[in-house]
């Protein structure tokens, strides 16, 4: 019996240590130096939602509208720090852990001049619960999470838009 204990705590201090969120990323690293911060929070979306239309032009200057997907989500996060600071390698082990740590699908890595830019989502098959992009250079090191009830096919037709 001991050892089933011993075992399940083991088990669930392993689960815990990877269940970290996008909000217990941004409460740890948001107040150290070196680290720019922007959260935003739910109710700023619902006031932000409530606009008739939120656009933004894609590279041909057609007009996107964000709004749908904006009325769904409940938090973001903006974390930038410095490459080469003790805070950055922290947190990029952090962000891994988080990543391994939920079912996180990779939607697109792109490298360009030393950059490296990853899109991650995370859901079911017709939602978008989390949507992750860590960007890293020379100089920064950037976590950018959008949290919410996203439908994942409009979301798919707007980041098609978008990169027009």
């Not at 792109?110 to 859901?123: H, I, M, N, P, Q």
Request: no cysteine; glycine share 6%; aromatic share 8%.
């Amino acid at each position: 019996m001991k050892k089933i204990f011993t075992l399940m705590t083991a088990l669930f201090l392993a689960v815990s240590a990877f269940a970290q969120s996008a909000k217990e990323l941004y409460n740890k690293y948001s107040d150290l130096n070196g680290v720019s911060a922007v959260y935003v929070s739910p109710a700023m979306f619902r006031m932000i939602g409530k606009l008739p239309d939120v656009d933004m032009e894609n590279s041909q200057g057609e007009k996107v509208n964000l709004t749908p997907i904006i009325n769904t989500l409940s938090g973001f996060y903006l974390l930038e720090v410095e490459e080469n600071s003790s805070a950055a390698v922290q947190l990029q082990a952090d962000v891994k852990k988080l990543l391994d740590g939920k079912k996180f699908e990779l939607l697109f890595e792109a490298k360009e001049d030393g950059e490296t830019t990853r899109l991650f989502t995370a859901g079911d098959g017709k939602k978008v619960s989390s949507l992750i992009l860590i960007s890293r250079d020379a100089e920064d090191f950037t976590f950018m999470s959008l949290e919410g009830n996203m439908d994942r096919d409009e979301l798919e037709n707007i980041l098609a838009e978008a990169a027009k």
